[in-house]
């Protein structure tokens, strides 16, 4: 059974573009959680989504951040116009529909804005 | 806002030896993880207490969830180099499917 994958590994944007990041969950999972960790720091929450809904999004940016989980396919999470803020390891987790709180985290995509 | 603190934010033990790091907050959680990073990795989910007092041991590693169910505790008994890396806790509150990670705790076991 795959575990969760994310592509790509490493995304390089220039400021103004704009990066789109893929998420795989593992076969039978439900849910998806996106997160963002900056250097030395921990994770931080930014949202959290099953099949076609968006049911936690308290963490996302206001503006150029979006997220969706369709019916078919991967996780795609979304930043438009880039700033060199943005630089981060976004990493992606998934749940069983059964336990939406055991996590199993993906390799992450590591974004660097030039 | 919700802060779990992490203490220390550095440890650099010799093999065999027991450290202790320690998870803190003000606020109540339902349940409680810890997790493993490696360097350009994701988090590896290490263990869950959902209940106050909760003592959990896997192998060399023991958790213990607080009374309150406000802080929590990672032993490690006789540490191997294998143990190097980032460990987190992550509290979720009731009601609510989101974790709150802490600042992690980065640990290196020499040989």
């Known amino acids: 059974n795959a575990g969760v994958m994310q592509n790509p590994r490493h995304l390089v944007r220039r400021r103004g573009q704009e990066a789109r990041l893929r998420c795989s969950p593992m076969k039978g999972h439900s849910h998806v959680y996106w997160y963002r960790q900056l250097p030395e720091e921990g994770l931080k929450f930014m949202v959290y989504l099953q099949k076609e809904n968006i049911i936690d999004e308290s963490g996302m940016p206001k503006e150029r951040f979006s997220a969706e989980f369709p019916k078919e396919g991967p996780s795609i999470l979304r930043i438009q116009q880039v700033v060199r803020g943005d630089s981060a390891a976004y990493f992606c987790?998934?749940?069983?529909?059964?336990?939406?709180?055991?996590?199993?985290f993906g390799p992450g995509t590591r974004l660097t804005v030039t | 806002t919700q802060l779990l603190e992490q203490s220390p934010q550095f440890l650099s033990i010799q093999e065999g030896e027991n450290l202790t790091v320690y998870c803190n907050s003000s606020?109540?959680?339902?349940?409680l993880q810890w997790y493993r990073q490696e360097p350009g990795e994701g988090p590896v989910l290490l263990v869950t207490?959902?209940?106050?007092?909760e003592v959990k041991k896997l192998k060399r590693l023991t958790f213990q969830f607080g009374d309150a169910r406000k802080d929590s505790s990672l032993h490690i008994t006789a540490a191997q180099p294998g143990d190097t890396g980032l460990y987190l806790c992550?509290?979720?509150?009731?009601?609510?499917?989101?974790?709150?990670f802490g600042t992690g705790t980065r640990l290196k076991v020499l040989a």
């Open positions: 207490v959902v209940t106050g007092g």
């Open positions: 992550a509290g979720r509150s009731s009601g609510t499917y989101k974790y709150i």
């Open positions: 606020s109540v959680f339902s349940s």
């Open positions: 987790a998934s749940s069983p529909p059964g336990d939406p709180y055991e996590q199993y």
